[in-house]
Structure formats: C-alpha cells, structure tokens
C-alpha cells in the first residue's frame, strides 16, 4: 500500500480531490472535468479509495465519490512542527525587513 504522500505526489489525483473537495462526483463528472480517459480516472480513484482518501457509494449504476477528512487530519498533524518552522522564518524575515527600512 502506498504511503498518503505517495498516493498525493500524483498530480492527477490531487486535482481529483480538489474537485472532490468542493462536491461529491461520479465518474463521468470527473473524466470530463480532468479531460482524462475514464480508465485512467478509475484507477486514480482506486489509489485514492485504497488510501483511504475518497471513499465510494452507489446512487443506482454511478458510483459517487467523496473526500475523506480523517487521512488528511494526519498528514495535517505531521506537517504542523513544520508549518511552525515555517512561520518563525517568516516572522524573522519580516522582522529583517522593517529593521532595514
């Protein structure tokens, strides 16, 4: 299985989640928005369903596809320490900046 940051570095899929993340959507919907062949959106949502990042029910023959928060939340946890990192440097830039003026 891949790792959720494996499973994200595909560009393809991101872009499936961001359409995701603003509605649920079949198949169809996705392959026309991403402009991609349907075989290669269904295994990009096979990855994601497999990953835990989307998640799937039927609504009749379509199969409607939605975002799932939970694996984001963690990768969200493990980016915080550096998302402070991160601001701190800002901080001190900024702060460089004004000193210059």
């Not at 961001?18 to 290669?40: C, K, M, T, Y």
Request: charged content about 30%; hydrophobic content about 45%; overall charge negative.
């Amino acid at each position: 299985m891949l790792s959720t940051f494996e499973v994200l570095a595909e560009p393809n899929r991101r872009r499936i989640l961001d359409l995701l993340l603003v509605s649920e959507r079949h198949v169809g919907e996705l392959v026309q928005a991403l402009e991609i062949s349907q075989p290669a959106v269904s295994k990009h949502l096979r990855v994601l369903r497999e990953s835990a990042l989307v998640e799937v029910s039927a609504d009749a023959q379509r199969r409607i596809y939605r975002v799932r928060s939970e694996p984001l939340r963690a990768l969200d946890d493990w980016l915080a320490p550096y998302r402070r990192l991160w601001d701190s440097r800002l901080d001190a830039l900024e702060s460089h900046l004004q000193e210059m003026e």
